[in-house]
């Protein structure tokens, strides 16, 4: 029998073209599948049509299958001697726990790869043509989690309301109000250019931009929907010079 092993694969923020080469060359030849509900119908159509594709979650609210019974199931998976893909949207170690599902699998005595995939934060702004550094306009970026355990994400507000930083942050609309708050109370100004991008770099692209103060009401409106990244920063500002990607022209 073959020995174990997992692939631990990004599959980029959803357009099946910021796929690496690599996650479509290990993709290509994969036998069961573990995925979770940001990778898109597209990208699960390009793997092999005898692969097994075994869907694990997880939505807000909505978790198919808890984090342990994921780790154990690779475990599983992987002991049966098949070729196990575990495909995360995005890139698997940024606030996609693939950290957690590789430290299982080496607990476990199996052996695993990585395939890093293209993060929402880079992708999903670059198709809102927002640059997250920019020379003299943001020199760093700082990429948070709305969302922990289930609750609104405590952060440290004070280092992140700093003007010349952009903030991304992943998981955030439910936080949105809360964020927008804190941000301003810890003296980032009530005026600072903000985006809210819907399912970025698909047909489904949209992006909500304002100021600090008013986003929460501005996504409100438009009934904003999951997935979505909330990008809060001077570099957003650029969009209206860089807005590139028309969503239906794809
Ligand atoms: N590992 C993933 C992130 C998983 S957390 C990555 O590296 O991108 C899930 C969050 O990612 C979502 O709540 C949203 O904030 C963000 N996200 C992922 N894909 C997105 C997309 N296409 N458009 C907007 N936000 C996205």
Same mark, same amino acid.
């Given at each position: 029998?073959?020995?174990?092993?997992?692939?631990?694969?990004?599959?980029? +923020?959803?357009?099946?073209?910021?796929?690496?080469?690599?996650?479509?060359?290990?993709?290509?030849?994969?036998?069961?599948?573990?995925?979770?509900?940001?990778?898109? +119908?597209?990208?699960?159509?390009?793997?092999?049509?005898?692969?097994?594709?075994?869907?694990?979650?997880?939505?807000?609210?909505?978790?198919?299958?808890?984090?342990?019974?994921?780790?154990?199931?690779?475990?599983?998976?992987?002991?049966?001697?098949?070729?196990?893909?575990?495909?995360?949207?995005?890139?698997?170690?940024?606030?996609?726990?693939?950290?957690?599902?590789?430290?299982?699998?080496?607990?476990?005595?199996?052996?695993?790869?990585?395939?890093?995939?293209?993060?929402?934060?880079?992708?999903?702004?670059?198709?809102?043509?927002i640059?997250l550094?920019?020379?003299?306009v943001a020199q760093a970026c700082v990429l948070v989690?709305g969302?922990?355990?289930?609750?609104?994400a405590?952060l440290d507000w004070t280092a992140l309301a700093r003007p010349d930083q952009t903030i991304v942050v992943?998981?955030g609309?439910?936080g949105l109000e809360r964020i927008s708050r804190e941000l301003i109370a810890h003296g980032l100004s009530p005026r600072t250019p903000s985006a809210i991008?819907?399912?970025?770099?698909?047909?489904?692209?949209?992006?909500?931009a304002g100021t600090l103060a008013a986003l929460p009401r501005l996504?409100?409106?438009?009934?904003?929907?999951? +997935?979505?990244?909330i990008v809060i920063g001077k570099v957003v500002r650029?969009?209206?010079?860089?807005?590139?990607?028309? +969503?239906?022209?794809?």
């Amino acid at each position: 029998m073959r020995a174990a092993r997992v692939w631990l694969v990004g599959a980029g +923020p959803g357009d099946p073209g910021l796929l690496t080469l690599k996650a479509a060359q290990v993709l290509a030849r994969a036998e069961v599948v573990v995925h979770d509900h940001l990778v898109t +119908p597209e990208i699960l159509a390009m793997l092999p049509p005898c692969a097994e594709l075994i869907y694990a979650g997880k939505q807000r609210g909505r978790h198919t299958l808890t984090q342990a019974k994921i780790n154990a199931l690779l475990v599983r998976l992987a002991r049966g001697g098949r070729r196990v893909v575990r495909l995360k949207g995005g890139d698997p170690f940024i606030f996609g726990r693939g950290g957690e599902e590789a430290l299982a699998l080496a607990r476990a005595g199996i052996r695993f790869e990585v395939v890093p995939g293209i993060t929402a934060a880079s992708g999903v702004a670059a198709y809102a043509g927002i640059p997250l550094t920019h020379r003299g306009v943001a020199q760093a970026c700082v990429l948070v989690t709305g969302s922990q355990r289930g609750g609104i994400a405590e952060l440290d507000w004070t280092a992140l309301a700093r003007p010349d930083q952009t903030i991304v942050v992943y998981m955030g609309l439910a936080g949105l109000e809360r964020i927008s708050r804190e941000l301003i109370a810890h003296g980032l100004s009530p005026r600072t250019p903000s985006a809210i991008i819907q399912q970025g770099t698909t047909a489904g692209q949209r992006v909500v931009a304002g100021t600090l103060a008013a986003l929460p009401r501005l996504a409100a409106e438009v009934r904003v929907r999951a +997935p979505t990244l909330i990008v809060i920063g001077k570099v957003v500002r650029l969009r209206s010079a860089l807005d590139w990607f028309s +969503p239906n022209s794809r």
